[in-house]
Antibody, heavy 120, light 107 residues
Framework: QVQLQESGPGLVKPSETLSLNCTVSGYSISSGYYWAWIRQSPREGLEWIANIYQSGTRFYNPSHRSRVTISVDKSRNQFSLTLTSVTATDTAIYYC?????????????WGQGLLVTVSS | AIHLTQSPSSLSASVGDRVTITCRASQGIENDLGWYQQKSGKAPTLLIYSSTTLHSGVPSRFSGDRSGTDFTLTITSLQPEDAATYYCLQDYNYPWMFGQGTKVEIK
């Protein structure tokens, strides 16, 4: 059974850097699929942030491209998100998810979500 | 960016009713649209992908259709457990975009 679990701070101060991890179990990241970060806030709804392929190929939402980095650690079967210079508008539930690769396109497994609040 | 206009934003229906939710893309996205269900406090779950393909394990009362850039999610006989918010997602090209959601309530 594939499972994803987000981890990271629940509270971050404005202007600081947010770092989140997603630990994948039941499937090897090296075996394929895209791995993605998605967030959800009352203001923006569901918003795709970035995804990475096991080869390291990355895609970013242009809305956040200058502040976001996605990376993968195959040895730990984890992937990560870094978001710099956070503001209150980055307050959201952050989800990690597995995304198919190829003709059939879907997010089939999601983490439970991690609430991140940006506040001093 | 390709935007999705989802309607209605909310609806209230009775058990057994037929419910239809629409998602209109701002430009052609072929069949690259999925539907997701999100129950309160939970992560979204996949219902339909490639506009019409039912994900494994999803009840057959859910179905998807496409006409040009208009996509529909239909629940043929609404059940109490279908109370949720439904989102469409276009992953035809980057940036992938979600619709604003439709909240379905049971009368």
């Amino acid at each position: 059974q594939v499972q994803l679990q987000e981890s990271g701070p629940g509270l971050v101060k404005p202007s600081e850097t947010l770092s989140l991890n997603c630990t994948v179990s039941g499937y090897s990241i090296s075996s394929g699929y895209y791995w993605a970060w998605i967030r959800q806030s009352p203001r923006e709804g569901l918003e795709w942030i970035a995804n990475i392929y096991q080869s390291g190929t990355r895609f970013y939402n242009p809305s956040h491209r200058s502040r976001v980095t996605i990376s993968v650690d195959k040895s730990r079967n984890q992937f990560s998100l870094t978001l710099t210079s956070v503001t209150a508008t980055d307050t959201a539930i952050y989800y990690c998810a597995r995304r198919s690769f190829g003709g059939q396109k879907y997010f089939d497994y999601w983490g439970q979500g991690l609430l991140v609040t940006v506040s001093s | 960016a390709i935007h999705l206009t989802q309607s209605p934003s909310s609806l209230s229906a009775s058990v057994g009713d037929r419910v239809t939710i629409t998602c209109r893309a701002s430009q052609g996205i072929e069949n690259d649209l999925g539907w997701y269900q999100q129950k309160s406090g939970k992560a979204p779950t996949l219902l339909i992908y490639s506009s019409t393909t039912l994900h494994s394990g999803v009840p057959s009362r859910f179905s998807g259709d496409r006409s040009g850039t208009d996509f529909t999610l239909t629940i043929t006989s609404l059940q109490p457990e279908d109370a949720a918010t439904y989102y469409c997602l276009q992953d035809y090209n980057y940036p992938w975009m979600f619709g604003q959601g439709t909240k379905v309530e049971i009368k």
